[in-house]
């Protein structure tokens, strides 16, 4: 679990970096968007792949038996222990956020726009939306400027909410990385200049819809919710006039680059080969046995299927081919103790 979530991380840093180096100011926000759905999906993934373990290899581990040490670990099973509690903690808020909204829905009035139902509320929000839902002040409905509409409307028709849901699932996971924080205001800043972008083309008065943006400004936000009040920086409205960058095509290509050397660095470790395994395993396979009671069975001995331990070379070799294994071939074969000299009989 540790190694994977290294590994993720490390495969979301790349991701996220060449995202903040050279996409987030691009105005192709369809790509950053799907980039940045498939960069979080990639990382997830790569951390499970392994290169050059043969399927007879694989077999060979999967046949050999596996020897569970006698000391259990209670730290690791505390630590374990917290860590489902936090998640549970985790999934627990989401499924309050996911109840909130349905009981909103339910208790107010709605009406259906275009592509979207709008929710009529009582409380003091600006709009936001949720899936299909739009969720706008009663009393500001009738005299609400249609751009506004036409915002939220974007992220209803664009499925915004899906990429927060996926988000939010891999952060109630991997809580334990802070950098999803930081990758899910990416999105979700994309996700406002996509509905941006819409309107903006739509209505062609970039001015007119800038001063709605600061006119319209709110803190408040729901953590599963598209909102207009989302982020609204110098950054955002830049973007608005930003010209899209004849290099922008030359960035999109670098992509491909960039995934292969996450691939190549986050991969699992391909291990040893299966006669190396072989190797080990014949001078392990019975080690728990040798130390309880000092002996080795005759037989094995005299069929070369175990091979003892005699020099500290041997030893040596052994343990070289156990810090080369994988996480896989590391589980299916017993740890050698520290190696000890023999005893010289004077």
Known sequence: MILYVLRFSLALAFILGFYKLLLEKEKSYNFNRFYLLGGLLFSLIVPLVSFGASREVKQMINEMPVYIPTNYNHQVSLLVLIYWIVTSLFFLRFGVHIFDFIRKIRKHERLTFEHAVVVLTDQKITPYSFLKYIFIRREQYDSLPPEILKHELAHVTQ?????????????????????????????????????????????????????????????????????????????????????????????????????????????????????????????????????????????????????????????DSLMDIYNRMNKAQKKSVYKLPAYLEPISEE
């Open 159 to 315: 499925l915004h909410t899906i990429d927060i849901f996926f988000i939010e699932l891999v952060k109630n996971f991997i809580w334990v990385n802070p950098m999803l924080i930081i990758y899910k205001r990416a999105m979700q800043l994309n996700h406002e200049f996509l509905a941006d972008n819409s309107v903006v083309h739509s209505h062609n008065n970039i001015k007119y819809y800038q001063g709605l943006l600061i006119d319209y400004l709110d803190a408040s936000k729901t953590p599963l919710s598209c909102g207009f009040n989302f982020s609204v920086t110098k950054k955002r409205l830049k973007m608005m006039r930003k010209q899209k960058e004849k290099i922008h095509s030359i960035k999109q290509s670098m992509v491909i680059p960039l995934f292969i050397l996450i691939l190549i660095a986050c991969s699992d470790n391909p291990g040893v080969s299966g006669e190396e395994m072989l190797n080990y395993w014949r001078s392990t396979a019975n080690m728990e046995e040798v130390l309880r009671t000092g002996t080795m069975d005759d037989e094995d001995l005299k069929k070369s299927i175990i091979v003892p331990i005699e020099t500290k070379a041997r030893y």
